[in-house]
Structures are given as structure tokens and as C-alpha cells.
């Protein structure tokens, strides 16, 4: 790393092509799915890309590899577990609804998603972009503050009070 960092392109080549296992193991290990791991390589290898200049030659390369690997497959691993909640949410709703007449149903989700929108509308800006980012765009909280400018600990407030809010709003109204 060392010498990549001097600018020699081929030790840098190299290097990112050696490190493809390491991260693989440490992803494993972190529990990734296999379908997942080609993905996780990617993500950390861009990241490596992003902050090479941080690593420090006098430390161990394997170490502050396996840190951002490992940063990367919980990362994948929270995409993984939002998608299959998500998934299991729609199997659900599909299941309790069968009975229904489908137009019914869709006018019905129309009218409570008409609801929502309206209600997030009506959050203060801070909130609202909060809840967009966080919940709707369903972007980490990282990824979230880069976006906005904002840290990510406003992020997380803003998104607590925004939810408890849009929770007393259509409660409220039912």
C-alpha cells in the first residue's frame, strides 16, 4: 500500500487484486450471504479507493483492511435484512387483503398513501428531509448526511420526532 500510495500503479493493481480474499473472509464471517459477497468486495474496494490516502504504512494493512471490510458487510447486511423485511411486509398485506375485491383495496392504499403524503408534507423542513432520506429513499444515515450536509445525529432526531409526529397525526385522525 505503501507503494501505491507513492503512486506506483502496478503495486496498486496488485494490491486490489490480493485483497479480494481477505475481504471475502471477513465478510463471510460477518455472516454475508454468498449471493451478497461479489458486492461487498466492490463496496470495500471503492472504499479503499476513496481513503487510501488515510492508511498509515507504519500500521498493518490486514487490520485496516479488515476494518473497512467489515464496515461494508454490515452495511450489506442491514440492505439485506430492510429488503427482506420489506419483502415479508408485502407477502403479509397480500395475504390479509386476498379476501377483498382489488379495486376496493387499491383505493383503499391510495387514500391512506394520500393521507401520508400529506401528513409528511405538513412536517417541518428539517423533518421532512429526514423522513425522504431515511425512510422513503431508504438511504443509511451516512450516505443520508452526505447528502444533506447534516450529521448524522440531527438526521436521527429529526427522523424520531418526524415519526412520532406523522404516528400522533394519523392516529389522531382515524
Do not use: C
Request: glycine share 6%.
Amino acid at each position: 500500500m505503501a507503494a501505491a500510495q507513492s503512486g506506483d500503479q502496478r503495486a496498486y493493481t496488485r494490491l486490489l487484486g490480493d485483497s479480494v480474499a481477505l475481504i471475502r473472509a471477513v465478510a463471510r464471517r460477518q455472516g454475508v450471504p454468498v449471493d451478497a459477497l461479489d458486492d461487498v468486495v466492490q463496496e470495500t474496494l471503492l472504499t479503499v479507493h476513496r481513503v487510501r490516502h488515510t492508511f498509515d504504512p507504519s500500521r498493518s494493512y490486514d487490520a485496516w483492511l479488515s476494518a473497512i471490510a467489515s464496515r461494508r458487510a454490515v452495511d450489506a447486511l442491514r440492505s439485506h435484512g430492510r429488503r427482506d423485511r420489506r419483502e415479508v411486509r408485502d407477502e403479509l398485506a397480500i395475504d390479509q387483503h386476498a379476501d377483498r375485491d382489488d379495486a376496493s383495496t387499491g383505493a383503499e392504499r391510495e387514500q391512506e398513501a394520500q393521507r401520508l403524503r400529506k401528513a409528511i408534507e405538513t412536517l417541518p423542513p428539517g423533518q421532512r428531509e429526514a423522513v425522504e432520506q431515511l425512510g422513503l429513499k431508504e438511504r443509511s444515515l451516512a450516505e443520508a448526511a452526505e447528502q444533506t450536509g447534516r450529521n448524522t445525529g440531527a438526521l436521527k432526531v429529526n427522523l424520531h420526532r418526524a415519526l412520532k409526529s406523522l404516528r400522533d397525526r394519523l392516529h389522531g385522525e382515524s
